[in-house]
């Protein structure tokens, strides 16, 4: 089998190539590269290898990044140290999801799971919706966001959002010590990847947190104002149509 991996990190590299050669000493590794664009400029002019092992923080980016320049029909199955790009790696071509440092057990499941997919496609099932039908086998809400400030990363537990905007086609994070950082997900995905017993998406701007709304109050034409605990330049309100709804939730 034909082994293409996309990684950054020399140590991590080293790990998977040997676990791969101690599950079968078959496996051929076609090529190791380390960011987005030899990514990219790699997958345009080589046969496509039969499976991806993908990092998902490279040199240059993130590897979502690839999927927006090129079409990849090969399944792929990401590796990273985080947990918060779980969700968003499922909406791809990815077969599986393993956090480094990367357990033996864990990488001969995904390939198992790769065969059994390989195979099903050989016997005329269809491999993207095949793929397209796996599900995590329990849903994990994300439990932190890695920021990027300059060349520094930082960590923000979601206890400590108050809640997330957009502003000028940018989607931030506010902090309950009104801090504002940029993140980079939309805030549909983020309604998928943050727990809807605690967050509510209260309009096309805004998500925000059950422990930041210091006080409900009626406003015109049956709308809600919410008063958030955390100063915000825009008034955070609800749509006559989902006041009913917003009310439920916060007496769930």
């Known amino acids: 089998m034909k082994l293409l991996i996309i990684e950054d990190e020399a140590p991590a590299f080293r790990r998977l190539q040997k676990l791969l050669t101690e599950i079968n000493p078959d496996h051929e590794i076609v090529e190791v590269i380390d960011s987005v664009e030899d990514s990219i400029n790699w997958l345009k002019n080589h046969q496509a290898p039969d499976l991806i092992f993908m990092d998902i923080q490279l040199s240059d980016g993130i590897s979502f990044e690839i999927f927006d320049k090129i079409n990849i029909t090969k399944p792929v199955i990401f590796t990273t140290a985080f947990d918060e790009y779980m969700l968003r790696a499922f909406k791809v071509n990815s077969i599986d999801y393993l956090l480094k440092p990367i357990k033996k057990e864990d990488l001969e499941a995904s390939l198992l799971k790769y065969r059994q997919i390989h195979q099903s496609n050989n016997s005329g099932i269809n491999l993207n919706e095949l793929i397209s039908h796996i599900k995590l086998d329990d849903k994990k809400y ?21 809640f997330f ?86 007496g769930a």
Request: hydrophobic residues 40%.
């Open 142 to 162: 994300k439990s932190r966001f890695l920021i990027k400030l300059g060349e520094k990363l930082i960590s923000v537990e979601v206890d400590n959002v108050a």
């Open 165 to 250: 905007y957009t502003h000028n086609g940018l989607v931030y994070l506010k902090t309950l010590q009104e801090k504002s950082y940029i993140v980079d997900f939309t805030l549909d995905e983020l309604s998928d990847q943050l727990d809807p017993n605690t967050f509510y998406r209260a309009n096309r701007q805004t998500l925000i947190q059950f422990k930041a709304i210091k006080a409900v109050h009626k406003w015109h034409k049956g709308k809600l104002l919410i008063e958030p605990i955390v100063e915000h330049q825009e008034k955070i309100t609800i749509s006559t149509e989902k006041a009913t709804d917003f009310k439920n939730w916060l």
